[in-house]
């Protein structure tokens, strides 16, 4: 498979329509292809190691290469910043009590971009839109310390029945090494 990277891309300017075709068009393409030589694994949802990782979406962090995981390994929830929000209690239980994952692994990374924004954006938002949005940013300053915050967040949830294996780290996106931080 081949791997592209931001630099091997259209600049921002030319990455939505390209020769007539938005991203999102080869995106179905690329699908058709893979669906072409596609097998069904014969995997049903419940993943074989049992864990959930919970990540930053930042797209540079291929998580099932750098944990060295292959398909129906693990649950992956992501989101802006890799935070424990109230959708990621969500999915973690719902991962736990009907999937049977006992393990959860937090990954926050280096130069993410929830160290550059404040809650502020949400009053620009309102003030642009004309209306507040509900959700927080999650914004933060210290990985390391939004880290231990979501490792808390897992460990106190009245609705996560496992919650004796829940570690968090930090991705150096320069080195791709873990860093594990220590919850106290």
């Given at each position: 498979?081949?791997?592209?990277?931001?630099?091997?891309?259209?600049?921002?300017?030319?990455?939505?329509?390209?020769?007539?075709?938005?991203?999102?068009?080869?995106?179905?393409?690329?699908?058709?292809?893979?669906?072409?030589?596609?097998?069904?694994?014969?995997?049903?949802?419940?993943?074989?190691?049992?864990?959930?990782?919970v990540a930053c979406m930042d797209a540079r962090l291929d998580l099932h290469a750098a944990l060295?995981?292959?398909?129906?390994?693990?649950?992956?929830?992501?989101?802006?910043?890799?935070?424990?929000?109230?959708?990621?209690?969500?999915?973690?239980?719902?991962?736990?009590?009907?999937?049977?994952?006992?393990?959860?692994?937090?990954?926050?990374?280096?130069?993410?971009?929830?160290?550059?924004?404040?809650?502020?954006?949400?009053?620009?938002?309102?003030?642009?839109?004309?209306?507040?949005?509900?959700?927080?940013?999650?914004?933060?300053?210290?990985?390391?310390?939004?880290?231990?915050?979501?490792?808390?967040?897992?460990?106190?949830?009245?609705?996560?029945?496992?919650?004796?294996?829940?570690?968090?780290?930090?991705?150096?996106?320069?080195?791709?090494?873990?860093?594990?931080?220590?919850?106290?």
């Open positions: 498979m081949d791997m592209t990277t931001s630099a091997s891309v259209p600049a921002a300017s030319e990455s939505a329509t390209v020769a007539d075709h938005t991203v999102t068009d080869r995106l179905v393409e690329a699908n058709e292809r893979y669906a072409a030589a596609f097998a069904d694994p014969g995997m049903d949802a419940r993943p074989v190691q049992r864990v959930a990782v060295g995981l292959k398909l129906g390994d693990c649950h992956t929830i992501r989101n802006a910043g890799g935070v424990v929000t109230d959708d990621v209690i969500r999915s973690l239980t719902i991962s736990q009590r009907a999937l049977g994952t006992r393990s959860v692994a937090l990954i926050h990374h280096t130069g993410c971009g929830m160290e550059t924004i404040t809650e502020e954006f949400r009053h620009d938002l309102e003030l642009e839109v004309g209306q507040r949005p509900a959700w927080a940013v999650e914004a933060f300053r210290d990985a390391d310390q939004d880290v231990r915050q979501s490792i808390e967040r897992v460990r106190t949830s009245p609705f996560l029945l496992h919650t004796e294996d829940v570690r968090g780290f930090v991705f150096d996106v320069k080195t791709g090494l873990l860093r594990e931080v220590d919850p106290a």
